[in-house]
């Protein structure tokens, strides 16, 4: 069968369902948004339809912009860690029998079905002082006394990097069972080890693959708002508790949508340069 | 993106009561008078279920359909959205002082005629809420109390005032809640350390208020929003003391766990929650008839009895023995909030209170 640009009106039919839901569902809210943004805060009531810039004039403080840069560095750092993990054991898992991977895809799609608020509570008991691992360290003698892990920083990670790994190894599982196998045999043969044929073969082959998993798990892990409170101390809130906190807390819609459209520029933004820097090298 | 779909699945979550209410219509239909009332979901939902709501409707034949609420204002936001919408999502709801005070801004709340709640001259003054020209926005409830509680096995022996959460022996060891508007700190630092809550009359007032609650910062372990969260906490003794509910820290103690709850001497927080009607409620007449009835002496002890919560009407005119009195609340003067206050200023408090604790 050839296949044929579109001719008529008509051959855009069957885009119209799509288009009418991204409309609906993303389009539409997403312009209230950026519309409530600029109306007026009533303090002590609602809002009142106006265009102001007294939202966005607010978030411009040295505190929200530390809790931004909080946020887009703890995103980062999840997003890095689920890659340096999760390429290695995808690349294994692909060389696997077919019926280990089903088992192993099967385990990592039930991950998925968790909701944030289990996974944060596992993880709280966890690492707490009266029910946590340290309590198996200390009867194995290697700890003299149990302690809480959490809320720490490293509390806050593992949380969001456990939440994360599955789509990470979901996203980079096709592409790395597509590589072609023998490239790397071609670099044994030329007496590369294991370990060298990964990462001067494997690696470089999938660099596009890996930026755009960077990117999906770090817009992934940005929107977090539950794990950061459940398994952190204040100082490890990121912007989107701050935004839930205005919004259903304080009835502040119109500061919780200027900081809501402010995160959504500055990860555009970010994304972009990662591109426009992924592009700039291919050409290099 | 994944901002609005996480901000949206939590709307979602909190308006998943409004859309098994739309669901129901029919089954409502079948009933002559019907009324649908907002309650806080969980076990004040379930206590009022089992023990208010079936008496009521035996008594006046009026079909009550319990809506579970979210705390805090997510259902006030609702309903304002709904109600600018002509819907009503519940006639009347239990609602917080705070959210109270907020409504009335947009004229929220349908204001209540007193010559129809024949039961208003039992209530205390202070649970009657008035719109700033003298009508009435709403008509206590219940109250409650948030007072100081330890983990038995950890603490000895009771504390005996609110500077308890002040000592450095205490470090890491606190849960409190989150948020200015619910957990009160400013009033509890007010009246433990400076002299009553009327030192927050005054910017000054307020800004020694925040730089004497800095010092409480290093003893907190964990600022909850989520009431499960520190409960749990403090019956395994990982969080061994805070602040939290009287009434639901009883229950645990009474299920055995090795918690309790002390009225320090400065006296324990009270909040409480009125009944407002909706402006977009078309049940004014049966909406007036559940007020009236939950103002009955008797049904406040009920409640009491039942609930645990404490009663909004004057002491003598309820049945409740001094035990019973005793086991939902205190003598000692409570420490009422300054709810006037997260109205009037309540961006500027909001915005130093999450620099105190965030920064």
């Known amino acids: 069968m050839r296949r044929e640009p579109p001719q008529t009106l008509g051959d855009y039919a069957p885009l119209l369902f799509p288009a009418a839901m991204l409309t609906i569902f993303f389009v539409v809210p997403f312009g209230t948004m950026i519309a409530v943004s600029f109306f007026q805060r009533q303090q002590g009531g609602f809002y009142t339809p106006a265009f102001v810039f007294d939202n966005y004039a607010r978030f411009l403080s040295a505190f929200f912009g530390g809790v931004l840069g909080f946020s887009l560095l703890l995103a980062i750092t999840v997003a890095i860690c689920c890659v340096v993990l999760a390429l290695p054991f995808t690349y294994m898992l692909t060389r696997m029998a077919r019926k280990v991977q089903v088992v192993w895809l099967v385990a990592l799609l039930s991950i998925l079905s968790l909701s944030e608020v289990i996974i944060g509570f596992a993880w709280s008991t966890l690492f707490s002082r009266t029910a946590g691992i340290t309590n198996i360290l200390v009867a194995l003698g290697i700890m003299s006394e149990a302690k809480a892990l959490t809320p720490s920083f490293g509390a806050v990670l593992t949380g969001m990097v456990y939440q994360a790994f599955p789509y990470t190894v979901l996203v980079l599982f096709p592409a790395l069972v597509r590589l072609d196998p023998t490239l790397t045999e071609a670099a044994r043969t030329l007496g590369a080890s294991p370990l060298k044929a990964f990462f001067t073969v494997v690696v470089p082959a999938l660099r596009n693959t890996i930026t755009a998993t960077l990117i999906m798990v770090f817009i992934f892990a940005l929107g977090s708002y539950l794990l950061p409170q459940l398994l952190g101390r204040p100082q490890h809130w990121t912007l989107s508790v701050l935004i839930t906190d205005q919004a259903i807390y304080q009835s502040n819609m119109p500061f919780a949508a200027a900081m809501a459209v402010f995160l959504v520029l500055v990860t555009l933004g970010l994304v972009a340069l990662t591109v426009i820097a992924g592009r700039k090298g291919e050409a290099a | ?150 983990n038995t096995d950890v603490y000895k022996e009771a504390p005996t005032s609110w500077s308890a959460f002040w000592d450095p022996a205490n470090a890491d060891k606190l849960g409190l809640l989150a948020l200015v508007s619910n957990s009160f700190l400013l009033e509890v630092t007010a009246k433990t350390f400076l002299g009553g809550t009327n030192a927050l009359d005054t910017e000054e007032g307020l800004l020694k208020a925040f730089e004497k609650l800095a010092e409480v910062k290093p003893n907190v372990r964990l600022w909850y929003r989520d009431e499960a969260q520190f409960e749990q906490s403090l019956k395994s003794g990982e969080i061994p003391m805070g602040q939290y509910y009287h009434d639901v820290t009883g229950l645990a103690a009474a299920d055995g766990n090795p918690v309790r709850s002390t009225f320090p001497k400065e006296g324990g927080i009270q909040d409480s929650g009125c009944w407002a009607l909706s402006r977009a409620s078309q049940k004014s007449e049966e909406a007036h008839i559940f007020i009236d009835y939950m103002c009955q002496p008797s049904i406040q002890a009920t409640l009491s009895r039942k609930v645990g919560t404490s009663p909004t009407v004057k002491r003598e005119v309820t049945d409740l023995t001094d035990k019973e009195f005793a086991a939902v609340s205190s003598d000692i003067e409570p420490i009422v909030p300054r709810y006037d206050l997260y109205q009037s200023k309540s961006d500027w408090l909001n915005q130093k209170w999450t620099e105190l604790i965030v920064g």
């Open chain 2, 1 to 150: 993106m994944i901002t609005t779909s996480i901000k949206r699945r939590t709307l979602l979550g909190a308006g998943l009561a409004g859309a098994s209410m739309l669901a129901m219509p029919s089954v409502l239909r079948a009933q002559d008078k019907s009324l649908k009332v907002g309650v806080y979901g969980g076990y004040f939902k379930t206590s009022f279920d089992k023990n208010i709501f079936p008496e009521f409707t035996k008594a006046t034949g009026i079909a009550v359909e319990s809506i579970a609420e979210p705390t805090g204002e997510a259902w006030l936001v609702q309903l304002e959205q709904a109600a600018r919408a002509g819907q009503a999502p519940a006639d009347v709801s239990m609602m917080s002082q705070v959210a109270m005070l907020k409504g009335q801004s947009t004229d929220l709340w349908t204001p209540i005629d007193m010559a129809k709640i024949k039961n208003s001259s039992n209530l205390l003054d202070r649970f009657v809420n008035k719109y700033p020209d003298g009508r009435i926005a709403g008509i206590g409830a219940v109250s409650w109390y948030i007072t100081l509680v330890t």
